[in-house]
């Protein structure tokens, strides 16, 4: 029992709605995902073949040749279960294309462009299905700021991005997703032997509980203290929060005229007339 | 009083009053001859989040869309929400009460909330004042969302013997953790409406919303609770859905009878301390106490 702990039966529901209302909002009743092989994608795919029907959900595969080929694997064996449509994309000419003939080898910038090729593969098959592209990107990911922007912090709608790892986790459970996918490490697998937490530097477990009282209810720095958690911690993960604030707004754009979009001129996607 | 009520829990399409006048009169035509009055929820005419379709999607009580409801009146009481445009031009949060072809009267939401994920004061007036609608089928005290989680919303409804509150609402659907069961906000609500049907001992008939507005979701639980705080009628689940009760007279003075809260209540003590709390209050009434001096 955890704090975090959800009634996953509700939030299924609730996402299932979502997806449905937000996807035929945009005309669309199609999506289209990348299949990584871990847990948040398995995830947004069995919710997306609930809502719309496995034969609706293009699952993609976008390996890279130094990928960990159990990725493939584990996307496979989801994509299998939940009867998706699935279309194999191998990246490496495209990205090596520009690694190679740039000479890049510094492993941030790699695993940018990787994750930078994947949307790009994604936003084009999404007009090909004819399908939204729904991202897979959860609460702890999108605070940490352990993303890509541009990248897979690129989609239309995010069914994970209210819902912390441990979360994800209770989901995955209450989905029946093979146990293969869920009891892996998490890993972005953009370069060998890349893990999430080895990468964080602390584990989602601790990061989480630290994250829903500092952020859902609020807690200051001492109080975090008096709740047990060591101080360093919470200042370092605090500062991460604020230095990736820039993934998770829109462009900043400069005021200039009476009404400028994004400042005064304010309206939902959902526009309606 | 003796009242056919049902509440309907829509999914209104933000902005787009034609499809939403539609689905009123889909749903006015399906009870109208079985009920007296059905109650929409908060802003079930546009959509909740409007921003700066505020200003677009506003209507004057006369405007000629919404001669169809009026019509429909005649047959059947309708409290609905929607954008008004004063005639002075300001936009307010409103629920129209209409009946027998005319506008019996008009609540406009006093506590806009602007907090958190909330932006109404941006985007609204905000009303002045609590009165009751005189119906043919009752004394009904409209209430819309926010308003009822101020006490002094419902106890002025209280104070003028209402027979029946009339909370339209758009409440977002949130917290989901253990132990449940359901949303968290939705059980805080059945609180807070089973509280106010037993602290003035009155009807109360809730119709919220349902569906979802750029990733946030309406928590629906639309329903009609008797002066005992009983759940006569509920919307299960998330879905569009109507829910019916007989509100009458008799259970009230029942309940009335077995516990005479309103006979028993001292509303001049809280007057009194108003007067210190309220400047203007205070003012007057040392003004009052410097003339009797």
New interface residues.
Partial sequence: ?S?????PE??A??LV??LR??VA?AGLGRTVLGLSGGIDSAVVAALCARAFGPENVLSVLLPYRLSNPESERDARAVGEQLGLPMRRVDISPMADGYLAAQGVDDARRRGNVLARCRMTVLYDLSVEWRGLVVGTSNKSEILLGYSTQWGDGAHA?NPLGDLYKHQVYELARHLGLPEGVIEKPPSADLFEGQTDEAELGFRYADADRLLQRMVDRRYSEDELVAAGFERDFVRAIAARLVANQFKRVTPVIAKLSRRSIGHD????????? | MDCRLVVAQTNPRLGDLGANLEEHLRHVDAVVGSADLILFPELSLTGYFLRDQVEEVALRLDDARLRPLLERSQRISIAFGFAERSPEGRVYNSLAFLEDGRVLGVHRKVHLVTYGLFEEGRDFAAGESFSIVESRHGRFGPLICEDLWHAPSAYTHFLNDADALLVASASPARGVETPGPGLASQRTWNILLSASALLYRTWVAYASRVGWEDGIGFGGGSRILDPYANPRATVEGLESGLAQARVDSATLRRARSEVPLRRDEKPWILATELARHVPLLAALRAEHALQHE
């Fill in positions: 029992m704090e975090l702990d959800i009634q509700l939030v529901e609730l709605s979502f209302e937000e909002s709608l001129f304010r309206y939902l996607r959902d526009w309606k007339r």
